[in-house]
């Protein structure tokens, strides 16, 4: 299963921006689809996380100005950040935790990355 994520961006505070996952591969079921970020110097952090049947947990940070969605029939997770800071700058990973058909056979969980996107929100 590979998570493919779609282009980062530049972007000023107070400013929104959408970024997007797609899980590619036969999905057979979306445990949980989740956005993590990792600052300079800092530890990755879990910023959002869905769950299949849509129920979402979010860190304090961003809880109010963040919104994770998903789309279980394109197997995507979108992110809607809004009234960006600066300290939201980050690199931002997408995870799934997902059950695909292999074969005959359904098998699972994996646990998919993507490679990463850049957001920059400058002052």
């Known amino acids: 299963v590979q998570m493919v994520e779609s282009a980062g961006g530049s972007v000023h505070t107070g400013d929104s921006l959408r970024i997007s996952c797609t899980a590619a591969g036969n999905i057979f079921k979306i445990h949980t689809m989740d956005w993590y970020r990792q600052a300079p110097g800092k530890q990755r952090e879990l910023v959002a996380s869905?769950?299949?049947?849509?129920?979402?947990t979010y860190s304090n940070s961003v809880k109010g100005r963040f919104a994770i969605s998903v789309d279980k029939a394109q197997n995507s997770v979108f992110l809607q950040m809004t009234s960006l800071r600066p300290e939201d700058t980050a690199v931002y990973f997408c995870?799934?935790?997902?059950?695909?058909?292999?074969?005959?056979?359904?098998?699972?969980?994996?646990?998919?990355w993507g490679r990463g996107i850049r957001v920059t929100v400058s002052p």
């Open positions: 995870h799934g935790d997902l059950d695909a058909i292999v074969g005959f056979d359904v098998e699972g969980p994996f646990q998919s």
């Open positions: 869905i769950t299949g049947e849509g129920q979402t």
